[in-house]
């Protein structure tokens, strides 16, 4: 999931742990810093690395 849900959501414990799954989360940069981030990515040629994993 990216960005913040709407309403808040529900994690049972016992589901998470035999498969080592985590819920972390974090406080993304001012819009000057995310600029001064994009720039830099743009000028040394840095992109994503995007991974998929099917959903079953």
Request: glycine fraction near 12%.
């Amino acid at each position: 999931m990216v960005g913040v849900p709407p309403e808040p959501i529900a994690a049972h414990p016992m589901r998470l742990l035999p498969a080592e799954k985590t819920i972390s989360g974090g406080v993304p940069a001012s819009p000057g810093e995310t600029r001064l981030m994009l720039g830099f990515a743009a000028r040394y040629g840095i992109g994503p690395q995007v991974e998929t994993f099917p959903v079953a």
